[in-house]
């Protein structure tokens, strides 16, 4: 499978349009097209999906380690990937589309917003190109890909400016139907506001396919084989893990399903539909957005159901709106207070601007369902909330990196369940632990 990364000069460049153009016109020219996303984004790899129609990889060199990367890029299906980026192309200090490209060995086509200038294009990415050399990072900026670019003289201007080392890409019109309207958290997601498909094709038809394929190639081969997908549990103990999955309960990373259905038997439920807790041998609760659906949580069984097994001894993990979940209480930014599993003594309370935005280490201070004692975990945090536990609250965790629930920790615990504000990939091991204590291991 080829692939090239599409970077923006920026955070709102138009990155995740110009991405969806992109992988339209290779769809309409007959290829089948494997989005990936730079970064530990939730939000725009659900557009991805829509439009591609097969879910899109995260590759993150912070969660993952570069040969994490490569072997996730590698698991991906058809004939060419996508890779959107995150940020700007050298943004991120711990992980950037510049060490997500690096790290594939995957050319960089650069989304320039031209809507104010043309060979002012060309200057912008020359000196992308240049900052590779001037940092030492072993990128190929090859290309350009006009965003909010009209026809006509503005096109010729821009692409008569690049140089002969810079291909030019094509071009993403200004048009109706193609802005994806957001809120906290970021964009809408993906099934929720899907971007206008006659604005889709229409953009399409604007971006040069056959110089992309040119530009595109094989990502760099994986040095260490790391973890193998296989499971690891005996037969006789192949235990059942469920997942909540539905509008509070988004935030899953393909990765993390692959390495739980490779371990176990995977349900899936809904709370908010008004789903009971099936029976299983552990629970996995997602981040996502309980904030919005807090009245169906708090009437519905499946939160009740989960107390009661999480009082037996249930192992579950919740992350961030699954944190919420678990917790006493649940006020939204509007005032209304919601009564939610209580299974962790904290009460959460959402805010209009975010409490937290990084890449996240934590170290487990204790054995738990996740990581056993000095454990590190990698994920990331990004939420609206805070959690306001009890005095004599336990936790399982020491923040290394990042900001966790309170004064430096993370992990809030009670008797198998444990809820963190990190986002944790799969990588880290936390998914083998979690199945491995269902099963009677830990």
Request: charged share 25%; hydrophobic share 40%; glycine share 12%.
């Amino acid at each position: 499978m080829r692939g090239v990364v599409l970077a923006g000069t920026s955070s709102g460049v138009g990155k995740t349009v110009a991405t969806l153009a992109t992988i339209r016109a290779l769809q309409r020219e007959g290829h089948d097209v494997q989005p990936a996303k730079a970064g530990p984004d939730f939000i725009d790899p659900s557009h991805h999906a829509q439009v591609a129609g097969t879910p899109s990889r995260t590759l993150d060199t912070w969660m993952e380690g570069e040969d994490g990367c490569r072997r996730n890029f590698r698991r991906g299906d058809g004939d060419v990937c996508i890779v959107e980026g995150v940020m700007g192309l050298y943004d991120g200090d711990v992980s950037s589309t510049a060490a997500v490209a690096a790290a594939l060995d995957l050319p960089v086509v650069l989304v320039v917003d031209a809507s104010g200038g043309m060979e002012s294009v060309a200057a912008t990415a020359l000196g992308f190109r240049a900052y590779a050399d001037e940092i030492d990072v072993d990128i190929d900026v090859a290309g350009v890909l006009a965003q909010r670019a009209h026809g006509g003289r503005h096109e010729r201007g821009i692409r008569d400016a690049l140089p002969d080392e810079l291909a030019y890409l094509g071009r993403v019109p200004p048009q109706e139907g193609l802005e994806i309207p957001d809120r906290h958290l970021g964009l809408h997601m993906g099934d929720e506001a899907p971007v206008d498909g006659d604005a889709l094709d229409a953009a399409a038809e604007h971006v040069r396919v056959g110089r992309l394929l040119e530009l595109a190639c094989e990502a760099r081969r994986p040095t260490e084989r790391g973890r193998s997908g296989q499971p690891t549990t005996d037969a006789d103990q192949h235990p059942t893990v469920a997942v909540a999955r539905d509008d509070a309960f988004r935030f899953v990373y393909p990765a993390t399903m692959e390495r739980l259905r490779s371990l176990a038997d995977v349900t899936t439920f809904a709370p908010v539909a008004g789903d009971d807790l099936p029976d299983c041998d552990a629970v996995y609760l997602p981040g996502g957005y309980p904030e919005r659906h807090a009245a169906a949580l708090s009437d519905g069984p499946a939160l009740a159901s989960l107390a009661d097994r999480a009082a037996e001894g249930l192992p579950v993990l919740g992350e961030c709106g699954g944190l919420m979940a678990l917790s006493r209480s649940l006020t939204t930014a509007d005032g209304d207070c919601y009564p939610m599993a209580g299974v962790l003594p904290a009460d959460v309370r959402l805010h209009d601007r975010y409490r937290a935005l990084d890449h996240v280490e934590i170290r487990a201070t204790a054995d738990g369902p996740t990581a056993a004692t000095g454990d590190r975990l990698r994920g990331h945090g990004f939420h609206y909330s805070s959690a306001e536990p009890d005095g004599d609250a336990r936790f399982a965790f020491a923040v290394e990196r990042g900001d966790g629930i309170a004064d430096g920790r993370d992990g809030l615990t009670e008797y198998r369940t444990v809820g963190t504000y990190c986002h944790v990939h799969a990588a880290s091991g936390a998914f083998d632990r979690l199945v491995g204590v269902a099963a009677g291991d830990g």
